[in-house]
């Protein structure tokens, strides 16, 4: 998915001939995932129509302050546009808008809602080489990017005049990379990886029996999305779950056996910032797998078992700066077995799913924790969806990377 997925992006087009490519425009946002609305200037709808803006955002298209039709008059809200919007992208904008956008001038809705906006602006400039290379826009779109507005600089090529240089709008795969990229750049977690444990292990008794656990992997794949939107790269080792996570920047590795999730997160803890240990990792296996199926005309049957290896205090035992984060799941005296499991592990922070509390836990969509962190302050949660409680974790791991 890519960083727009889920955005609200509203698109301002004002009137340039590159203003028909904003149907693409509009397009890649949708296929990016974001939600898009339009505002014109009313000029604008000679280079391309509303109804074409309209059909690929799926929203009405607005140019006017009031929508006139026979029956009434709509008062089209700048303000409650303004604040929808999660980015504004202005593209094509004219010499003429970035000079009103410049000077705080506001004689149009697509001007009025700029004005309004708390999001951080995009602009695009398009014209002709000689307004481009004006020292008057020169100084606008200075004046623009001093104030935060970010410049999507044109690009160079044939203009509508015949002339040759810059000044061509830049192209709409062009102004979404520019746009994904910078956005990327400001998560918090860029540069990060994130190795994540998730879901049940199956240990193996016979080529079709196994021991296992109830374990669904949705918390654990509802950590990788958190971390992977905050800009992370994640490695998710996940034994067998349904679940399944489409963001470019998680790296599956899915694994069976508590010893193959063990070699699966020693091969690539080296190169994680943050470990989070999620799994419910089997604690016995089979102490002999039975390579043929294993014949039911016996009057008693006994697996011998032995212990698995303790992935998590494994790599407690040798991590480096690694910020290490385990889950406890206690029936008594939960707080003080979990602040002696953190010790024991060597971990930053553990959380704790308590059984004691309905409607949470194992397979459910919710979870209530408490989280304790290495100074043993104590945080106890509410009951909450999982993607919500794998924020929580995640702004409690950012607290301590920023102490
Ligand atoms: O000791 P306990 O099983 O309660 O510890 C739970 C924590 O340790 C969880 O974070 C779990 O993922 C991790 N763990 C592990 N390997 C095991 C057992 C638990 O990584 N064999």
Redesign the pocket.
């Known amino acids: 998915m890519s960083v727009l997925g889920g955005k609200k992006i509203l698109l301002g087009v004002t009137a340039g001939i590159a203003a028909y490519k904003t149907s693409y425009l509009v397009r890649n946002f949708i296929k990016a995932g974001a939600e898009v609305k339009v505002v014109m200037t009313p000029a604008a709808k000679d280079f391309v129509t509303p109804l074409t803006l309209s059909t690929l955002s799926k929203n009405p298209v607005h140019s006017e302050f009031y929508s006139k039709s026979e029956e009434n008059e709509l008062w089209n809200n700048h303000v409650d546009l303004a604040l929808w919007a999660d980015l504004m992208v202005i593209a094509p904008v004219t010499a003429n808008t970035m000079a009103k956008m410049s000077e705080g001038i506001c004689d149009n809705l697509l001007l009025a809602t700029y004005l309004s906006a708390k999001s951080t602006v995009y602009f695009a400039p398009a014209m002709d080489l000689d307004m481009y290379q004006h020292q008057t826009t020169a100084k606008n779109i200075k004046a623009l990017t001093d104030r935060g507005d970010v410049f999507i600089p044109p690009a160079f090529g044939e203009l509508a005049s015949g002339l040759e240089g810059e000044g061509r709008m830049a192209e709409p795969e062009a102004i979404l990379n520019f746009i994904e990229n910078h956005l990327a750049d400001q998560l918090p977690l860029r540069n990060k990886t994130v190795l994540l444990?998730a879901g049940p292990t199956y240990e193996a008794i016979d080529p079709v029996r196994f021991i296992g656990n109830h374990s669904s992997g949705k918390m654990g794949f509802a950590l990788a999305r958190e971390a992977a939107s905050l800009g992370a790269r994640v490695i998710l080792i996940s034994g067998p779950s349904h679940q399944s996570v489409n963001h470019s920047g998680v790296k599956r590795v899915d694994v069976m056996s508590?010893d193959e999730m063990y070699a699966a997160t020693h091969q690539h803890i080296e190169a994680a910032h943050i470990a989070i240990?999620?799994?419910?990792?089997?604690?016995f296996k089979p102490k002999i797998v039975s390579s043929q199926k294993i014949k039911k005309e016996v009057a008693q049957m006994h697996i011998e078992l032995e212990p698995?290896?303790?992935?998590?205090?494994s790599v407690g035992a040798i991590k480096k700066d690694q910020f290490l984060v385990?889950?406890?799941?206690e029936t008594e005296n939960e707080i003080d077995n979990a602040k002696e499991?953190m010790k024991r592990?060597n971990l930053d922070l553990i959380v704790l799913n308590s059984l004691n509390d309905k409607g949470a836990g194992f397979r459910s969509d919710n979870n209530k924790i408490t989280m304790i962190d290495k100074n043993n302050v104590v945080k106890i949660g509410d009951l909450k969806s999982k993607p919500e409680v794998a924020a929580d974790i995640f702004n409690e791991i950012m607290k301590s990377f920023e102490a």
């Open positions: 444990t508590a240990f999620c799994a419910a990792v089997s604690d698995t290896k303790d992935i998590l205090a385990g889950f406890a799941l499991k592990k």
